[in-house]
């Protein structure tokens, strides 16, 4: 009924409080506190659990200030610590009682163990009552505790000097190394931080990192489409996009393939492959951006991999853009004996968002490669050496896995292998072009 009345959701207030702790007195429970107030009786629980006040001086009786045994009034045992012979003082006058007694058993209050969890209320008198810690609410002292809470937690980073350099020690090389909150986070469950929480910290500056050194929070400029087009406009009869999804070729396990292009002045490219069940990713560096060289590097990978029937069953179908280096989709397709390997379309013109998932990818292989780098001082060495610290950033999309991770239960090991890819510990994934320096 509470949740159907306006302004229920509000904190609750001084005179709220009072009414709480006269209720209290008055041995009323919770729900009957929670119906008058129109809250919920949790709510009642809480703020009484949460701002009842310690107090641990228990005056006992005039003659046993500090016995909390349950027989204290009926015990009538002597020298109980045997230490003095002629000591006829009852122990329950002594304060060693309590430590040497072997029937000693400390009173249990099911007011304070159960609701409501105070004395308030509680008809035994205070000088009869053998329990060392009692509580008692207060409404004005649970009024200062709540303003002091609140205002503490508007008061920024909630957090010890030492606490921020432990995670700064943790956090700032990575993110120098290029690795992003979430990789961080994915990797480093010690640190107890969700996402957000890290990006906050970045952002406030308690950090030595900033959102400079936050490659995706930099601004993109705006992608440039192919100078060069495929014109022979028959090879696209049976491979457009919409055959792609008409034949259901979307349903299969499928690649994405792009090129990467080197700066001016470099003939150089890297052909990419791209996975996008699990976002993993195959890079091959070509000496020309040439229809010619995309199916040298079809054959060097049918030949690692051992035979058309292997690289068929890798790659049965191949999603790529109309570059002109994907001008000759018959070579791509068949091997140089005619075999068939696999099966290749086209996205429509000007429509990248129809492989998103590559053109993702891209970016993060250029936090590695910037846009614009001359390409001919590096060997396939190197850019297998960057694909392999990409597939091994975990991802969300994954839960927190690694594409490489994933890769190896699919394909199995030796795939991999035969591809040359290789492990990358997680502190040790680099997303930076230091990576290659």
Same mark, same amino acid.
């Not at 209320?121 to 810690?133: L, M």
């Not at 049976?238 to 349903?251: C, I, L, Q, V, W």
């Not at 989709?329 to 492989?355: A, I, V, W």
């Given at each position: ?11 609750? $207030? ?44 228990? =005056?006992?009786?005039? !003659? %046993? ?72 609410? %207060? ?5 200062? /505790? ?13 957090? $010890? ?14 993110i120098a190394q290029g690795q992003s909150p979430y990789m961080i986070v994915a990797n480093h469950p010690e640190l107890e931080l969700s996402v957000t929480t890290l990006y906050n910290y970045i952002n406030q500056g308690v950090l030595l990192s900033r959102n400079i050194d936050l490659k995706r929070k930099v601004k993109f400029k705006?992608?440039?489409?192919? !100078? ?52 993993? /990713? ?5 000496? =020309?951006? !040439? ?61 990248? %968002? ?29 850019? =297998? ?16 896995? !690694? ?18 890819? =290789? ?15």
């Amino acid at each position: 009924m509470s949740h159907l009345i306006p302004g229920n959701h509000k904190h609750l $207030t001084l005179d709220d409080r009072i009414y709480i702790e006269n209720s209290l007195d008055e041995g009323k429970s919770f729900r009957e506190i929670a119906k008058y107030l129109c809250k919920d009786p949790s709510t009642i629980s809480k703020e009484v659990w949460r701002h009842r006040g310690v107090n641990t001086w228990n =005056r006992g009786s005039f !003659t %046993n200030p500090y016995n909390f045994c349950k027989h204290r009034y009926h015990c009538k045992k002597t020298n109980a610590c045997g230490k003095l012979v002629v000591c006829d003082t009852k122990c329950r006058s002594c304060h060693k009682c309590n430590n040497v007694c072997g029937s000693f058993e400390r009173e249990h209050c099911h007011r304070i163990e159960q609701a409501p969890f105070v004395c308030n209320g509680c008809k035994k008198p205070r000088h009869k009552c053998s329990i060392q810690t009692k509580y008692d609410y %207060n409404a004005k002292a649970a009024q200062r /505790l709540y303003e002091e809470l609140r205002t503490s937690s508007r008061a920024g980073i909630n957090l $010890t000097r030492k606490r921020l350099h432990q995670i700064d020690q943790i956090v700032t090389p990575l993110i120098a190394q290029g690795q992003s909150p979430y990789m961080i986070v994915a990797n480093h469950p010690e640190l107890e931080l969700s996402v957000t929480t890290l990006y906050n910290y970045i952002n406030q500056g308690v950090l030595l990192s900033r959102n400079i050194d936050l490659k995706r929070k930099v601004k993109f400029k705006q992608r440039k489409t192919h !100078t060069t087009q495929i014109h022979n406009l028959e090879v696209f009869i049976g491979r457009s996009y919409s055959d792609f999804k008409n034949t259901h070729a979307d349903e299969l396990d499928f690649w994405e393939m792009d090129t990467v292009k080197s700066g001016r002045g470099s003939l150089k490219c890297i052909l990419t492959l791209y996975f996008p069940q699990f976002e993993f /990713l195959i890079g091959r560096l070509m000496n =020309r951006c !040439t229809a010619g060289a995309v199916r040298l590097e079809f054959e060097r990978i049918q030949k690692a991999l051992g035979g058309h029937f292997d690289f068929s069953f890798l790659f049965p179908v191949i999603l790529t853009d109309r570059g002109v280096e994907f001008g000759e989709p018959d070579h791509l397709e068949k091997d140089r004996n005619g075999n068939s390997r696999t099966s290749l379309f086209y996205c429509d013109p000007m429509r990248s %968002n129809q492989k998103a998932g590559i053109e993702n990818v891209h970016t993060m292989l250029r936090m590695i490669i910037p846009s614009g780098t001359i390409l001919e001082g590096y060997t396939q060495w190197d850019i =297998r050496r960057a694909v392999d610290h990409v597939n091994n950033a975990p991802r969300k999309n994954l839960d927190g896995r !690694t594409p490489y991770e994933i890769a190896v239960k699919t394909f199995g090991p030796e795939v991999l292998k035969q591809l040359q890819l =290789r492990y990358v510990a997680p502190d040790e994934v680099t997303l930076s072009p230091k990576l290659l320096k």
